[in-house]
């Protein structure tokens, strides 16, 4: 079993969409989660970052976690073509040695104009 | 300031051969982090530096990889000899201090064939 799930979409939507985003993890020692967006042919950038339960707005982005039932989720308001990307869960643990990053696969996300 | 580079961009090698991947990390940052994404897979962790020291390299797959970060600056990761499923996406990262964000490079794409 994967550590980190995450639907690989596509998931197409209209301009002005809200669009939803979301991770399942089973580890309970992870403590931080990330949301990276990723273009074609570039590396991951990082979008949104968090360390606790609840709410983070940044804009038109907004990441909800959801420890209890290790759910994460990233939504984004008003959605533009420019939004389109692979959008990639990352999270990890304050315990261990490294600060290594456990990825989702990615959900590829285009925005219709 | 430039970013996280990674050279070469591409690389198409014959199962057997020797690459060798470069990374260059932000300059002052003292963690580099490898990791790689496989077709249809998630990025995953290869290891990570502190300086030119080893801080965790769990996630190497096996003794063809290695690894190195002479005089803390630059990274080298070869893959020596090559085989099929050495074929994906190999990301470079790197953040000043262990617990800060990482900074992605746009990744080299090598297809061994």
């Known amino acids: 079993q994967k550590e980190v799930e995450q639907d690989p979409g596509p998931l197409s939507v209209p301009e002005g969409a809200i669009v939803s985003l979301n991770c399942t993890y089973s580890?309970?020692?992870?403590?931080?989660f990330m949301w990276y967006r990723q273009y074609s042919r570039k590396g991951p950038e990082l979008l949104m970052y968090?360390?606790?339960?609840g709410n983070k707005e940044d804009g038109r982005f907004t990441a909800q976690v959801d420890k209890s039932s290790k759910y994460i989720s990233l939504f984004i308001r008003d959605s533009q073509p420019s939004d389109s990307a692979t959008y990639l869960c990352?999270?990890?643990?304050?315990?261990?040695?490294?600060?290594?990053?456990?990825f989702g696969t990615g959900t590829l996300l285009a925005v219709q104009p | 300031e430039a970013g996280v580079t990674q050279f070469p961009s591409h690389s198409v090698i014959e199962k057997g051969q020797t690459v060798t991947l470069r990374c260059d990390p932000i300059?002052?940052?003292?963690?580099l982090y490898w990791y790689r994404r496989v077709m249809g897979k998630e990025i995953k962790f290869l290891l990570h530096?502190?300086?030119?020291?080893?801080?965790?390299e769990s996630g190497m797959p096996n003794n063809r990889f290695l690894a190195e970060r002479t005089g803390g600056t630059y990274s080298t990761l070869k893959v020596q000899p090559a085989e099929l499923e050495d074929s994906g996406v190999y990301f470079c990262?790197?953040?000043?201090?262990?617990?800060?964000?990482?900074?992605f490079g746009p990744g080299t794409r090598l297809l061994v064939l």
């Open positions: 990262a790197s953040s000043q201090d262990q617990w800060e964000t990482q900074y």
């Open positions: 580890n309970s020692a992870f403590q931080y």
């Open positions: 968090t360390y606790s339960s």
């Open positions: 990352a999270m990890g643990d304050l315990e261990g040695a490294t600060n290594k990053l456990i």
């Open positions: 300059s002052g940052h003292d963690n």
């Open positions: 530096f502190v300086k030119e020291s080893k801080q965790d």
